[in-house]
Nanobody, 115 residues
Framework: QVQLVESGGGLVQPGGSLRLSCLVP????????MGWYRQAPGKQRDLVAVITPDGTTNYGDSVKGRFTISRDNATNRVYLQMNSLKPEDTAVYYCNLKIYYQDYWGQGTQVTVSS
């Protein structure tokens, strides 16, 4: 079993910030590609950001310049710092782990951006 535990979601005003975190099993964290995806009601699940074991990052076009993905090998966590949030960022955010050509997902955490 590979269980990913997300936290940090909530309600914020437009222009505000949130930091999501995902706790990853330590035995595999150092070998895994990590990512964040999001899904709004009635829409497909889209890439937000990914980070490789060596720290290479990529971002979805809609979040470039606003979101930052990072990983902490000491605590086995991956983070998503979200700044300048917009209402269109409202979605359930999912932590993703890729290893051995397999995908594992967290349960999701709700992010709502609204006045």
């Amino acid at each position: 079993q590979v269980q990913l535990v997300e936290s940090g979601g909530g309600l914020v005003q437009p222009g505000g910030s949130l930091r999501l975190s995902c706790l990853v099993p330590g035995r595999i964290f150092g070998y895994a590609d990590m990512g964040w995806y999001r899904q709004a009601p009635g829409k497909q699940r889209d890439l937000v950001a990914v980070i490789t074991p060596d720290g290479t990052t990529n971002y979805g076009d809609s979040v470039k310049g606003r979101f930052t993905i990072s990983r902490d090998n000491a605590t086995n966590r991956v983070y998503l710092q979200m700044n300048s949030l917009k209402p269109e960022d409202t979605a359930v955010y999912y932590c993703n782990l890729k290893i051995y050509y397999q995908d594992y997902w967290g349960q999701g955490t709700q992010v709502t951006v609204s006045s």
